[in-house]
């Protein structure tokens, strides 16, 4: 029997990223988990090794921080099992812009956008020789809508957005399959903390149906999986018209509407 890759599932300590180790495990694969709740991640996986013949390892971390961060990294480059990376920990941010401080925006940043781009580099030239693998990465709608007022929050989520389709565009053709996976209000922990007040929150959906339609674009090799969007036309509208302004951009003279005084 083939053996399986392992999935390196960052976040895993709770909600959308156990949810991952929960579906992962219960396809065969091995995995390494990460976050920095050390005893709850000591929890999922002697259950999933319990329920599932795998290898469960965890790997406490904080990333937000360098040298953790490097942890995670040397484990990517060295371990030569691990062919799918989930690159799913994160965090929102309470509060208006103005109000925010900026140790907390820049751990945000650093948490949803930083260590998101360093865990794919580290993990990719393996990828590409071997010709293989995937690297899932979980954004947001809300990096579509800055109308929502979670302009940081949402910017790390844009950022994330076309980080991952510049990454399929230029690793795809090597053979390593990149996924985007957009969701939108989702019942976890995030929101409580993030400091959300409970009572204002949108209906949510529920974290096993977001991460079961998400690994059926997995399986689809979608580029991008929105599982709450109902209308899929829209999305590859805004793709087109996106796709139809390059030849514009192409112009060496200022548009029309900016010659006339
Ligand atoms: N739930 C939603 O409505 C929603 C919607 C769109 C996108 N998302 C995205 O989905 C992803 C997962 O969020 P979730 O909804 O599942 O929230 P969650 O239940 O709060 O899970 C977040 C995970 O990230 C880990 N984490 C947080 N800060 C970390 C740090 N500094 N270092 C390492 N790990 C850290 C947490 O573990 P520890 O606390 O143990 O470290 C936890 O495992 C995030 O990227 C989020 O932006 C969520």
Not at 147 to 162: C, D, I, M, P
Not at 183 to 188: E, S
Not at 196 to 215: R, T
Not at 224 to 250: E, H, K, V
């Amino acid at each position: 029997m083939q053996i399986k890759p392992s999935v390196l599932i960052t976040g895993a300590s709770s909600g959308i990223g156990a949810t991952y180790a929960n579906r992962f495990a219960k396809r065969g694969h091995s995995l390494v988990l990460v976050a920095r709740n050390k005893s709850r991640l000591e929890t999922l996986a002697s259950s999933l090794r319990q329920e599932n013949d795998i290898n469960v390892d965890i790997l406490q971390a904080d990333l937000t921080q360098p040298e953790d961060i490097a942890k995670i990294e040397t484990r990517l480059q060295a371990d030569r099992k691990i062919e799918i990376l989930v690159n799913n920990a994160g965090a929102g941010l309470a509060g208006n812009f103005e109000q925010q401080s900026l140790d907390d925006i820049t751990q945000l940043i650093i948490l949803n956008s930083l260590t998101v781009v360093r865990l794919a580099r580290a993990i990719s030239p393996r990828l590409v020789e071997k010709g293989s693998g995937a690297i899932i990465n979980v954004g947001s709608v809300v990096g579509l809508v800055p109308e929502f007022g979670q302009t940081v929050y949402g910017a790390t989520k844009a950022f994330v957005l076309y980080l991952s389709q510049g990454l399929s565009f230029e690793l795809l053709p090597k053979g390593v399959y990149v996924q985007a996976v957009l969701p939108a209000a989702t019942r976890t922990e995030i929101w409580e903390r993030a400091g959300a007040d409970l009572n204002n929150l949108p209906p949510l959906m529920d974290v096993g149906e977001l991460v079961d339609a998400a690994l059926v674009g997995f399986d689809r090799k979608e580029a991008i999986s929105i599982p709450p969007l109902p209308d899929i036309s829209q999305w590859d509208s805004y793709q087109a018209a996106r796709l139809a302004m390059i030849p514009g951009f192409a112009n060496n003279h200022a548009a029309k509407r900016y010659l006339e005084g």
